[in-house]
Structure formats: C-alpha cells, structure tokens
C-alpha cells in the first residue's frame, strides 16, 4: 500500500497526473495471507511504513506503477491477524530493519532510484497504518464440526458396547463338570449301601463285574438311573449350545452323525476329568485367582517393549483387551504397539476400534490420521486431522499435525495457519511446538511422521536418537 502527499501545480488541470507533485513518499507492506485461512473473512493489523524505493517495489512486486496496493513475496513482511478467533502475529522489529537496510543502500543510478529523503520521517518516527479488510463470506470455505464429526462417523461408526456372555463355554463345562461330580458322588453312596464298605480290595475281576451287573441294575429297576440322566441333560444342552454353537436341526443325517460322534467324545474326555475330580486323594486347593489386573498388564507391556521382547508384549496387551474389548485405551495402546513392531493394518484396525468405542479420543483420531498418511490415504487423514482439531481447539498437538500434513502435501498457506494456532495454545517457554510435538509422536511410535520433517532437522533427530538409545537395551559387562 503507497502513501504520499500530492498537490497540483499552480494552473495545473484537474484531470492530469503529470502536473501532480508527490512526496513523503512511503509503502507498507501488507500480508494479506490470512484471508486465504479457511473460514477467515475479517483480517486487521498494524504495518509499518517505510520509505518507497523504487528497484525494491520492482523487487518485490515486479511492478513499477507508484498506483493501487501491492503484494508479494516478502521474508519481512507484516504478518496481519484474521479475526474472530485468529490473531495474528506482528513483525514490526523484522520490517525496520529491512527499512534502515534499504535506506543505507546507496543509489544505483537515476533519479527514481535515488533514495526517498522526506520520506525518512517514516522510519524516524516509526510510523505505521492500520489495516482492516472485512468479506461478505470467506475465500475459502471452512468445513464445519458438525461435517467432519458425520465423516468421522462414516468411516468408523460408532458401536455398542459388547455384552458380556454370563454363560460361556468354559461355565457350560464347568457345569458339566459339576453334576458329574454329583451324580458319582450318589452312585457311590448307592454302592456303599448295597456292598457296605470295605477297606481290601476285591478278590477278582469276576466280583468286580458282578457287582457292576448287580448295582446297574437297581438304578435301573428303581428309577434312579432315569433320575440321573435328567440330572445331567441340562447341562449337556448348556455345552452343546456354547461349545458347539449348535442350536438349529441338522439338514443331512450324515452332519448329524458326526456331530453326535464329536459331542460323545468331547462328553467322555470331560467326564473322566469331572470322575478324577471327585476322586482325586490329593487334597488340592482352590486356584488362586490371577493377580494381574489391568495397570499391572500394562507396566509388564511396557517393561517388555523395552526389553524387545514384542512377543511377550504382544501376549500381555492381548490379555489386557480380553479382560475388558469395551475399554478403548487398550485398543489405542494396542494400536501404538502395532505402530511399534511395524504391523500397520493392525494398528488401523485397533485404532477403528477405539473410535468406534470414543469418537472423541483425540489421540485416537490422530493416530489413525498418522495410519492413512502411511497408507496414502491423504483424504480421509485430513478428515480426521481437521476432526481433531475441532474435538479440542486449544490442543497444540493437534495444529502441530495438522500443519506438518499441510506442510507435507505443500498446503503452505495451510501449514502458515495451523502452526499460528499451535503457538497460541502452547505455553512452554522451554521448548518449542516442533520439539514437544516430536516427543509426544516418538512416544506414540510415529515415527514415520518424524521422520518426514525436514524444517526441523536438528532437534529432531538428536530427540530421535535419544528415545533410541532409551528403547535399546545396553548390553551388560
């Protein structure tokens, strides 16, 4: 934008520029980026002036015209701030410098490129214009929250939580194993009734046999050998439903035959486990229940991903879901493990879960992002990116990834907005937005998306090398 004081020549015509006298000539340089930030449609700032230099202008602007705004590229220009929920940043200090270095830059020839003397007054007294542009509607469209909530929904709907079966095939055999247990418990006492008690062993097998025929007989004859078989029908029932997951007739006589052939001798095998256990002259006791509860599990995961040992980590995260499939942090640590040992359909699959179960996990979302850029589905990872930003606004994390994705698919415009965003909410005068969200994405095992950074090479790497040298175990004297 061009400043300057202009009179007419004593007699001069209204309606021509050559007899008009210009001075304090000046320029402002204004950054009119932010208008591109989706949604923006009101920017105001303050830029200062600094004295018009012709081969500058031309520099910068490729124009030579001393009429109507100009705009380019320019390392110092003054950064303006959109409205509403966007404030931008001033470089006042960068833009004087580059105007004390443009006034001691002597004249290379011409009197429009002689320096502009009374338009110094300029960078005296550190003049400045403030600027506000307001649209109608933005110049570029914001997809709202409402949207990108419904698309994260089509992607990953949302799921009830599993219902826990009060019934399942190890309680049907535990069952089974029971009534077992009972029923020779009153065959027994039938024996004993009938034969007495008797401490010596039978003389022979003939006996043995004879006894057998003989107490087969009362319980037939007396009704009890019925009585028995009623006794463990229903729990034969319980276990042909939940083991065998049979509850429809059969089709063809032949599945019905070798289903019936299977169940005996699955019915057999637990018999003879439920007999040993009535039977046994051991004097066992109750096992005692495991105690690994759910921060145990996964201080042992850890413990083991340290070691290196991912088969063993695997197991107990494994174990972690299966005590609980409805708690969606172990689906996301399950995830970041497969990240980790380089599973990345499983680690897209656990973080599905863990959305369906929390569409508002925020790690989660981004997660899954960082699975879609590895797998080149940019698409769908800004729908999530943008989602995450919208689920929390004042997460730095979430602008950071956001910026590094615009950054990466060369969106520098962006990238410019959503690193603006993350410096307003992050308030660590230690470190950086970079080196924070590096740590936090190393921890998480993205290490794709570090990797890929090359604005911030040095503090990446060295944090890169640090985590490790913490994950390698050292080996021992």
């Not at 007396?222 to 029908?233: C, H, I, P, T, V």
């Not at 569409?359 to 899954?368: E, K, N, V």
Request: hydrophobic share 35%; proline share 3%.
């Amino acid at each position: 934008m061009e400043i300057f004081r202009s009179s007419l020549s004593s007699g001069a015509k209204k309606g021509k520029d050559d007899d008009t006298a210009t001075s304090c000539h000046g320029i402002a340089w204004i950054n009119l980026a932010p208008l591109l930030y989706p949604g923006v449609t009101r920017i105001k700032g303050a830029a200062l002036v600094h004295p018009y230099i012709e081969s500058e202008v031309l520099e910068r602007t490729k124009k030579t015209t001393r009429s109507g705004t100009v705009s380019g590229e320019d390392s110092g220009q003054q950064r303006v701030s959109s409205g509403g929920s966007r404030r931008g940043v001033s470089s006042a200090k960068k833009g004087a410098k580059d105007s004390k270095k443009a006034a001691k830059e002597p004249a290379e020839g011409g009197e429009g490129e002689q320096k502009n003397q009374e338009a110094q007054i300029y960078t005296e007294a550190r003049s400045y214009i403030v600027v506000e542009i307001v649209l109608e509607k933005p110049l570029v469209s914001k997809r709202p929250p409402e949207e990108l909530a419904a698309k994260v929904a089509e992607y990953i709907p949302k799921r009830s939580s599993m219902t826990k079966h009060h019934c399942g095939a190890d309680e049907a055999v535990s069952e089974y194993h029971k009534q077992i247990g009972d029923v020779a418990n009153l065959v027994l006492n039938e024996y004993r009734q009938k034969f007495g008690v008797s401490n010596e062993s039978a003389d022979s097998d003939d006996l043995s046999d004879e006894r057998k025929r003989a107490l087969i007989y009362d319980l037939n004859s007396s009704g009890k050998y019925f009585a028995f078989k009623e006794r463990l029908k229903q729990s034969v029932v319980k276990v042909v439903r939940e083991k065998f997951f049979k509850t429809s007739a059969f089709q063809k006589e032949e599945e019905l035959h070798q289903f019936l052939s299977e169940l005996y001798v699955f019915l057999i095998e637990q018999m003879h486990k439920g007999v040993s256990n009535v039977f046994s002259l051991q004097n066992n006791a109750a096992p005692l229940p495991s105690p690994l509860d759910e921060e145990s599990l996964i201080h042992f995961a850890k413990e083991a991903e340290l070691n290196q040992n991912f088969e063993l980590a695997a197991r107990y995260y494994q174990e972690r879901l299966a005590m609980d499939q409805n708690n969606s942090a172990s689906w996301f640590d399950y995830g970041c493990f497969s990240l980790l040992v380089g599973n990345v359909s499983k680690a897209g699959e656990c973080f599905r879960e863990c959305l369906g179960l929390d569409q508002h996990h925020i790690l989660a979302l981004l997660m899954y992002g960082v699975v879609c850029v590895m797998e080149e589905r940019y698409d769908v990872a800004e729908t999530f990116f943008e989602d995450s930003t919208c689920v929390q606004p004042d997460n730095y994390l979430a602008w950071t990834i956001l910026g590094l994705f615009y950054d990466s698919r060369d969106n520098d415009i962006g990238a410019e907005m959503a690193f603006l965003e993350a410096n307003k909410h992050f308030h660590k005068e230690e470190s950086s937005i970079f080196l924070s969200s590096a740590a936090a994405l190393l921890d998480l095992h993205a290490y794709s998306l570090v990797e890929n950074r090359k604005e911030h090479e040095t503090t990446t790497n060295e944090l890169y090398r640090m985590r490790l040298q913490h994950l390698t175990p050292t080996p021992s004297d």
